[in-house]
């Protein structure tokens, strides 16, 4: 077996597969997409398209080994076709259901309204959100090529990012606070998790106006409310929260692997004038992104080198934008929540909402609720 055929993990794989091994640690869930098709496609052709672009792409034949992955010559494609009630509801089953052997799979769903869907789930060790798009992509437009391999981005980020020096960015950015800092919002940073875990969701008015005025993403815009609500709510000034990003360098745009990486968003004056958030909150997210390759892992063992990642954890926030967009002319979505944390608060935004996942040992839910309010209040 060649190298080419075999490389170890990146710093977001080991993660994702140790995570279950971590009882009461944040973890990655299954990562699933989908994407609408006329009703008179049939399974053996989506399976024949699927095997052509398993071939592209060596993560799609790739096993585990616990040290790495092993690349096979012959893809494990085969397409289920599965009854449901309707696709919303069928893909949301798909997508959150465990895996079994294989690493990823595929599904076509026929509604009973005559409406069918492909749906394909990754364990999160194989692929991130945007690496199942670039799976429905290439299933659209064939004839393109991945790029570089994983394999290549896995020697890449070994090289680049050995040692604490590499994080040196983020210790000017952090300046001594522990990544793991435990979020005002939380009532009792000591509690233990009570296994009562709730999900509480508001509807958000749109952000792109104020995205542009402030020279933002909309994104950006609503971390940064989301920061000065919880300043208004505690009191508290001198924020900060880990939100995933995208974190594909040049080169890898059409790979599919595990790229997407938490960048730690620290807000000083979260508690200042929502202009003056704004404006903060500009530079502290091109700061970061100029950074979003550094490994969260390496962040978080370097700032903060007394606390492993084994040990009992402060509650934090956590959050997640699942990609949701058009792909080739294709409506594509993630299926539910991509990340899960027993001990924090994970809020996910979408072009809908926003919805906010915590214990409430850790967290009480009227207070969450009050900082949810304000910051729609923040953007409306």
Partial sequence: ??????????????????????????????VAVGAEVGREVRAAALAAALDRVARTHPMLRATLDGDGVVVADEPPVAVDEIEVASLDDGFAAYGSAPFGDSLW???LLRARDGRAALALAFDPVVADGASGGIVL????SPGGTAGRTYGEYVAWQ?????????????HDALDGVAVNRAFPLARDARAEPSGERVTRTVATPPTEDLATRARMTP?????????????RVTGASDLSARVAVAARPRGWERTVG????????????????????????RGVWLAALAHQHVPYAL???????????DDHRPPEMTVIAPAVG?????????????????????VTLDGAGTAATFDTARFDVAVVDAMLAEAVRLVG
């Fill in 299 to 309: 962040v978080r063992e370097c700032v903060s080198p007394g606390l492993r990642v």
């Fill in 326 to 346: 058009g792909s080739s002319g294709l409506a594509t979505r993630l299926a539910g929540p991509a990340y899960d944390d027993p001990e924090g608060l994970v």
């Fill in 258 to 281: 595990v790229f997407a990486n938490d960048v730690v968003l620290r807000m000083r004056a979260a508690g200042a004038a929502f202009d003056a958030v704004l404006a903060e909150a």
């Fill in 219 to 231: 994104l950006a815009v609503r971390v940064a409310a989301l920061l000065a609500a919880t300043a």
């Fill in 137 to 140: 992509r290439d299933l659209v």
């Fill in 105 to 107: 799979r595929a599904g």
């Fill in 158 to 170: 070994a090289a680049t990012y050995a040692g604490c020096a590499a994080a040196g960015h983020w």
């Fill in 1 to 30: 077996m060649s190298a080419a055929d075999r490389w170890g993990f990146s710093a977001q794989q080991r993660w994702r597969y140790d995570a279950p091994r971590r009882p009461g640690h944040e973890r990655a869930l299954p």
